[in-house]
């Protein structure tokens, strides 16, 4: 690999760190009403004048900004992904990925003691309001796209009951619900995240049919009678034996022939790759209490265990995939 390579990989924090604070400090909202001078920017994002043209002529020096003489002004790209009132705004992923920050600041500490402390969260998501809506609006952003190809993928047609357990924002309920004309959608989430996916999903097309629970998935009814059930990112905020719990609820809210579908960022059996989901698995111990990426091999086992029969990986295009299995 070479030293230049490791030194790469320890150095790239320091883009990254400068990228994240000018989106929280709002450089790019600023930016889309006009070109502006460093003295101009540090006024309207109230910082320091010295620091606010140092720091921005280094996101020019990186593309990530303009600059015309003294003015500095977006880039196409980052006027139509960085800013909220854009069809295509994806700044909540980013912030989201900013908030965890902090957490992975103590992964030497985390590493140590073998827990993250979850110091941002009650229980699994973000105590503050406004930074757990933001979470939920960044899972919009990584749903977008995906949901409406796997929905495609799932052969939902005939399927008339469907649960979404830990639904989020609700991309994947309405796209299950287009794909599959006769049916009611559950979608199960905590009570604040069901909420703002309300608000999310209230006028869309098919939103008729989607029906809201709000609920503990490991305490509270999940329901029954279900002939399709989709986990998608949900177990690898658990420890095994959670994991192996939810998947057994979910079995007992299947109806005979009815399949249970899990969507995860899956390591092969060594634990080693694919290297996404590696880095993803120290991403669940530095941001949860017990959370890690799984192999296939063991979701497929208490699966088994549960009393499903397993079928083969599906492989979508993106770095997670789906593991299916039916009762």
């Keep these: 690999m070479g030293f230049d390579s490791l030194r790469s990989i320890a150095g790239n924090f320091q883009l990254a760190k400068l ?15 006009g070109p502006l001078d460093h003295e101009e920017l540090a006024a309207k994002i109230d910082a ?49 990925m900013n908030a965890t920050w902090r957490d992975w600041s103590e992964l030497a500490c985390t590493w140590k003691r073998g827990y993250a402390l979850c110091e941002r969260k009650d229980e699994t998501i973000p105590s503050d309001p406004a930074e757990n809506e933001n979470f939920i609006l960044a899972m919009e952003v990584v749903t977008r796209d995906a949901a409406p190809i796997i929905a495609k993928r ?80 949900v177990l690898h905020m658990l420890d095994e034996k959670g994991a192996a719990r939810l998947i057994a609820r979910a079995v007992q809210a299947l109806s005979p022939g009815g399949t249970l579908a899990v969507h995860e960022h899956f390591l092969e059996s060594s634990r080693t790759a694919p290297v996404p989901a590696a880095i993803f698995s120290v991403h669940m111990l530095a941001v949860t209490h017990s959370g890690r990426a799984y192999a296939h091999g063991e979701i497929g086992n208490w699966m088994v265990e549960a009393g499903l029969n397993v079928g083969e990986l599906i492989d979508y295009g993106g770095a997670p995939r789906i593991l299916a299995a039916t009762k």
């Excluded at 929280?24 to 930016?31: Q, T």
């Excluded at 004048?49 to 977006?74: C, E, H, M, Q, W």
């Excluded at 009611?184 to 309300?198: M, N, Q, W, Y």
Aim: contains cysteine; charged residues 25%; hydrophobic residues 40%.
């Design 48 to 96: 320091d004048p010295r620091a606010t043209r140092i720091a921005v002529d280094a996101l020019v020096a990186t593309s990530l900004v303009g600059k015309d003489g003294k003015r500095y002004f977006n880039t196409d790209d980052c006027s139509r992904y960085l800013v909220k009132k854009s069809p295509d705004y994806c700044g909540s992923l980013l912030l989201h």
């Design 19 to 33: 990228f994240m604070t000018a989106l929280e400090l709002g450089v790019f909202e600023v930016l889309n009403s």
């Design 154 to 233: 799932l052969a939902l047609a005939d399927r008339k009951t469907i649960l979404d357990v830990g639904a989020g924002p609700g991309n994947y309920a309405l796209c299950f619900a287009g794909e599959a004309p006769q049916a009611t959608v559950t979608h199960f989430d905590l009570r604040p995240t069901s909420e703002i996916a309300k608000k999310f999903v209230a006028g869309k097309e098919n939103s008729e049919r989607i029906r809201f629970v709000s609920g503990d998935f490991l305490a509270d009814p999940l329901g029954e009678g279900f002939d399709f059930i989709w986990m998608s990112q």
